[in-house]
């Protein structure tokens, strides 16, 4: 089992992780911004953390980190503005990436993006700063020399889904429920054989752990 330390614990994907990773007998902190969170993440389990990913530095993660040996990334600066999308989709891998040199976290779980989203679409100028932010975190992790996993869903639906997904490691664009992102997760958490990967991920017609299974190396 894990000792894991969890950056977006109360969004929409961490919220239904955070409970898959209990059950599984993980330990989890969660990150949290809000000082009324911690009440529902003790409740889930989760031992809460205070701080947030845009003030916090290296060296602050380091600290909060101490004690595990793995790192979940699901945060997201949810469309708030540039300056926001740098700070935590940018920036805030990258200082995950430099605390775990500094500490015993010696694997990373990404919550990326497909690439191809919006490409049937005029896009914004701040999706496509999005966009890039999400492509600097993904080189910085998969180039750090951490065991990583980079999970790029489709476009994210909040429902809990029906736990059964599309998953490889190049797939036809599409929506995923964000209760199926968390699943496949608490999988691929579940299976650490599988390692220095970037799996692309939509709803589909496979059960969870079947798809999850599939990803094995032979």
Not at 30 to 48: C, N, Y
Not at 54 to 62: E, K, R
Not at 82 to 93: L, N
Not at 96 to 113: D, K, M, P, Q
Request: charged share 25%.
């Amino acid at each position: 089992m894990s000792n894991i330390f969890l950056i977006g614990a109360t969004g929409g994907v961490g919220s239904r992780l955070s409970p898959k990773l209990v059950e599984a007998g993980h330990t989890v902190k969660g990150l949290h911004r809000k000082p009324e969170q911690a009440d529902d993440l003790r409740k889930q389990g989760v031992e809460p953390v205070l701080g947030n990913i845009i003030d916090m530095t290296a060296d602050d993660l380091a600290s909060a980190m101490n004690g595990c040996d793995t790192a979940v990334f699901s945060a997201g600066a949810a469309g708030s503005g540039r300056d926001k999308t740098t700070a935590i989709d940018g920036e805030g891998p990258e200082k995950l990436i430099e605390a775990a040199r500094a500490t015993g976290v010696n694997r990373i779980y990404l919550v990326s993006v497909i690439m191809d989203a919006g490409r049937d679409r005029d896009t914004s100028d701040d999706f496509e700063h999005y966009m890039a932010m999400k492509r600097r975190a993904d080189a910085a992790l998969a180039q750090s020399g951490i065991d990583y996993v980079i999970l790029r869903p489709g476009t994210l639906k909040d429902d809990d889904g029906d736990g059964k997904v599309m998953a490889g490691r190049a797939i036809t664009y599409g929506d995923v429920a964000r209760g199926n992102v968390a699943a496949t997760l608490a999988e691929l958490i579940g299976v650490p054989e599988i390692t220095n990967e970037i799996i692309e991920l939509t709803n589909g017609d496979t059960p969870v752990s079947d798809a999850v299974a599939s990803l094995k190396r032979g």
